[in-house]
């Protein structure tokens, strides 16, 4: 059973900086991603950065040079590095695991945590 665990949400300046952590339990093996999303008050969910375990990594233009998306293998955790957070960038955020397995991927998706990014 996989799940996964997000820490380090709150509040902050604009300008600020957060990082965002998820720990991923369970069984992962083979191509994979790990990766954020956020969902503001009456939007979409939207990505916000992915890594596959293979090194690809994308951003959103909106966050492009400012966050930045790292993961440990080893360990199985993702994390996002948050700077010059604009009132924009508020969202619950949620941690995202795609695994391909057997032709087909499967997704999971952690609880969520909220930025608020607020003066």
């Known amino acids: 059973q996989v799940q996964l665990v997000e820490s380090g949400g709150g509040s902050v300046q604009p300008g600020g900086s957060l990082t965002l952590s998820c720990e991923v339990s369970g069984s992962i093996f083979g191509l994979n991603i790990m990766g954020w999303y956020r969902q503001a008050p009456g939007k979409q969910r939207e990505i916000v950065a992915q890594?596959?375990?293979?090194?690809?990594?994308l951003y959103a233009d909106s966050v492009k040079d400012r966050f930045t998306i790292s993961r440990d293998n080893a360990k199985g955790n993702v994390s996002l590095q948050m700077n010059s957070l604009k009132p924009e960038d508020m969202a619950v955020y949620y941690c995202n695991l795609r695994i391909f397995r057997g032709a087909r991927w499967y997704g999971y998706w952690g609880q969520g945590t909220q930025v608020t990014v607020s003066s």
């Open positions: 890594k596959s375990n293979d090194g690809t990594t």
